[in-house]
């Protein structure tokens, strides 16, 4: 469970660290700068993201993290293995990437139309089957 | 690697490319599955039978009374807590992965829940005939929400056996949920849970019944759900 630093929540301008052996070093939504909640429409664990490959209007005011993200992003890459990946919580990654997709940099990769739910696709289903069954 | 960006992903309409680049190419579909069940029935262990198992972490607000709200302010009053997902893929051909999630299965939890079963193909109820009652929250919330869901009764070694018929009239499930009895330690046992799951999503996906039915309905389709 989470390790709360001592003192309390963190407040503006006081990010806090702790130096739990196994847990990260930053509290995990300091590099949201505080942000829980994405700006936009918040993605989901399975939403795939590539790079546009548009330059960063301000490559400077790029985190680490975001950095990181663009790079494995010239990819297909889903919002959960960017999370595993970078070994932050899903709620943080969802941060920085809908920043990155706000300002262009990345794009949600849609092979099918938005309206075919992959759940009800029955041709998807029965290649998953097929497949599964195979493995 | 793929060096150039000349290699962006074509749309599946237009030609395709060939297994082994699709592969780098990352995934084109992703789908999700859900196993959920209470502490010690074996997620862990039926995640890690089938796929490769690696760390989720997922960390929450506990009050949402700032949603929408992006500044420090909305944080400050609010406390967080960070919950260990199990998390599999399984990778099929054709640009095609299966996402595992393993989730814990009280209530609390169920705000991961709601966020990890919108569109997902369906859910994996684990359970452990020691302790059938830690199941039935999972079975409410998956019949409530319309996913469809398999139970998976986990086989230990020391429980008491019990036929798929009994566990289900102890579940008091609909009639056409799957009962799958399994070892979630094998990888073949665990596998059927998943072939078994997608038949059942196959069979909702092309005989549509309303979901989200959690009361007995009037009229003709009484007797459809029957």
């Known amino acids: ?135 | 690697m793929n060096s150039a960006r000349s290699d962006r992903p074509k749309d599946p309409a237009n030609g395709r490319a060939d297994p082994e680049k699709e592969e780098q190419d990352g995934p084109r579909v992703a789908l999700k599955i859900l196993v959920a069940g209470g502490f010690g029935v074996g997620k862990t262990t039926l995640v890690g039978a089938v796929s490769e198992i690696r760390p989720l972490r997922t960390e929450e607000a506990l009050t949402d009374a700032s949603v929408g709200v992006d500044d420090l302010d909305g944080v400050a009053a609010k406390t967080t807590t960070t919950v260990a997902m199990d998390f599999g893929r399984i990778t099929l051909r054709d640009g095609v992965a299966i996402y595992l999630f393993g989730t814990p299965g009280q209530e609390r939890f169920w705000f991961m829940w709601n966020e990890l079963s919108r569109g997902a193909l369906g859910a994996v109820v684990l359970a452990d005939t020691r302790r059938l009652t830690a199941s039935f929250a999972s079975i409410d919330y998956f019949e409530e929400k319309g996913t469809p869901f398999v139970v998976a009764v986990n086989c230990f070694d020391n429980a008491d056996r019990y036929d798929a018929p009994e566990i289900r009239n102890a579940l008091d499930i609909d009639p056409r949920v799957p009962v799958i009895l399994c070892d979630a330690r094998q990888n073949d046992s665990a596998k059927r849970v998943l072939v078994g799951l997608v038949e059942h999503a196959l069979r909702l996906a092309s005989n549509p019944v309303p979901t989200g039915v959690a009361k007995p309905v009037e009229g003709p389709l009484e007797g459809r759900l029957r």
């Not at chain 1, 660290?17 to 909640?37: K, L, Q």
């Not at chain 1, 092979?111 to 759940?119: E, F, K, N, Y």
């Open chain 1, 1 to 135: 469970m989470e390790q709360h630093a001592p003192g309390g929540p963190y407040g503006p301008g006081r990010e806090r660290w702790f130096d739990e052996a196994a847990g990260p070093i930053v509290r995990p939504y300091a590099v949201t700068r505080g942000r829980t909640r994405p700006r936009g429409e918040p993605l989901d664990i399975v939403t795939i993201l590539v790079v546009t490959g548009a330059p960063p209007a301000e490559p400077g005011r790029l985190t680490r993290e975001q950095r990181r993200l663009l790079a494995l992003c010239r990819r297909p890459y889903t919002v959960a293995d960017l999370a595993s990946e970078l070994e932050l919580p899903f709620g943080v990654i969802r941060v920085l990437a809908g920043d990155l997709l706000d300002s262009g940099l990345v794009a949600v990769q849609r092979w099918t139309s938005p309206a075919a739910a992959p759940h009800t696709d029955q041709n998807l289903l029965r290649r998953v089957l097929d497949e599964l069954r195979a493995l």
